[in-house]
Every structure is written in structure tokens, then in C-alpha cells.
């Protein structure tokens, strides 16, 4: 399965758009790339997921970029709710969860 | 729907004691997974299932069994617990293979090993 690189933490002014961005050089042309987030210590949200066009849902939206060696998922008008750790995952058959992102959404 | 629940919500053990974490789901997904979480890390898989009566090992399956026998139910069995099991444990369900399904995740149960 292919990994995937993200910053550790960022942050955003709220009302803004948050852009969290996510390697993934080594991806395979039948690989998914999926978003989930997790608020506090609740279990993991899913939010979004690609394999090579843009895609958008009441949620997010997710850029996938031409050699679809990253991807930066975009929060339109982010709010203090979505202060979370976002999570890029590249999938084969199994899930493998990374560090995250942290995003804190700032009033 | 009531998703996926996971029992129970906390518990305590001491080392060597042996339990059951239990996680049910009621959306008629064919896969489940049991993944564990150490503080300031991430979800780390121990045991999947694509179906009843099969189940396979993830990254970290020593310690652990699992067994799923009817379509809803996913139990993880602690055989004897030491202290690097203390962790938050996560139950997750979905429709059909991962590759391209989402994951429905349960609430958790925090697990501490004295």
C-alpha cells in the first residue's frame, strides 16, 4: 500500500477555508485516496474520497492533482467544529492510518 | 440505525486478566475491522473480517483473537493483558471491501492494563 505524507499541524482563521495538503507519491493507478477526520477521541468521520477527479460533498472538497502524487482537501468555511486530526489515506486492502494532520480552527 | 456500538466504554484490567471487547453493527456490512490507538498516534489495524467465518490478522494481531460468527457481531479477545495494551480500541464497519467503501467507526472503548 502506498503511504502518504502529512504536516503535522496547521492552523485557520475561522470562516476561512482550511487546505490541508497530502503526499502520496507512490500511489498505484487503482488507489483510492480517502479523507477521514477525528474529533477529540471519538472514532474516526469519513468525508470524502477520490481516485482521479476532483470530488465535492457537503463536507469538502478534494483536489487531486494531475500524477495524483497528492491531494489537498479543502474545508470551504472552516468553523471551531471542524478542529480535528484529518487523516489522508491511500488504500489497497487494508487501512493504514498515519499521524495526521491536526488542524485548529481559531475564532 | 444504531451504526456501530461498541461495550464497554471503559475498563480497567489487571495484568494477565483476560476479556472481551464486543462491537455489533446493524447495517448488514460484510467487512469489520478492529483497530487500536496509543496516545498521540494513529489507528493502527489488529484484525479483520470480510465476512462470518473469516478473519485475518492486520499490523498488530499478537495478543489478540477475533472470531465472527454471525454477519453483526465482531468480538476482540484480550488473552491475557499486559500493560502495552492500554490503549483506545475502535470497532469499524463497511459495506464491502475497503478499496472502495468508507468505514463506519464505533465510539471506542478506552482500555487500561494495570
Redesign the interface.
Same mark, same amino acid.
Given at each position: 500500500d502506498a503511504k502518504t505524507t502529512q504536516p503535522p499541524s496547521m492552523d485557520c482563521a475561522e470562516g476561512r477555508a482550511a487546505n490541508l495538503p497530502c503526499n502520496h507519491s507512490t500511489i498505484s493507478g487503482?488507489e483510492?485516496v !480517502?479523507w !477521514?477526520r477525528q474529533i477529540h477521541? /471519538? *472514532?474516526? /468521520? !469519513?468525508i470524502i474520497?477520490g481516485l482521479k477527479n476532483n470530488e465535492t460533498n457537503e463536507m469538502a472538497s478534494l483536489i487531486i492533482t494531475e500524477d495524483r502524487k497528492s491531494s489537498t482537501l479543502i474545508l470551504p468555511h472552516a468553523t471551531l467544529r471542524d478542529t480535528a486530526v484529518y !487523516?489522508c489515506i491511500v488504500? *489497497?486492502? /487494508? @487501512?493504514? @492510518? *498515519?499521524? *495526521?494532520t491536526s488542524l485548529t480552527v481559531i475564532p | 440505525n444504531a451504526g +456501530?456500538t461498541q461495550t464497554p466504554k471503559f475498563q480497567v484490567l489487571k495484568t494477565g486478566q483476560s476479556m472481551t471487547l464486543q462491537c455489533a453493527q446493524d447495517m448488514n456490512h460484510e467487512y469489520m475491522?478492529w483497530?487500536r490507538q496509543d496516545p #498521540?498516534? #494513529?489507528?493502527?489495524?489488529i484484525h479483520?473480517s470480510v465476512g462470518a467465518g473469516i478473519t485475518d490478522q #492486520?499490523?498488530v494481531p499478537n495478543g489478540y483473537n477475533v472470531s465472527r460468527s454471525t454477519t453483526e457481531d465482531f468480538p476482540l479477545r484480550l488473552l491475557s493483558a499486559a500493560p502495552s495494551q492500554t490503549s +483506545?480500541y %475502535?470497532c469499524?464497519s463497511s459495506l464491502g471491501? +475497503? +478499496?472502495?467503501n468508507?468505514? %463506519? %467507526? #464505533?465510539?471506542?472503548t478506552?482500555l487500561t492494563v494495570l
Open positions: 487503482n483510492y !480517502y !477521514y477521541s /471519538q *472514532g474516526p /468521520q !469519513y474520497h !487523516y488504500n *489497497g486492502n /487494508q @487501512f493504514y @492510518f *498515519g499521524t *495526521g | +456501530v475491522s483497530y #498521540g498516534m #494513529g489507528l493502527r489495524l479483520y #492486520g499490523e +483506545v %475502535f469499524a471491501t +475497503v +478499496v472502495y468508507e468505514q %463506519f %467507526f #464505533g465510539p471506542g478506552r
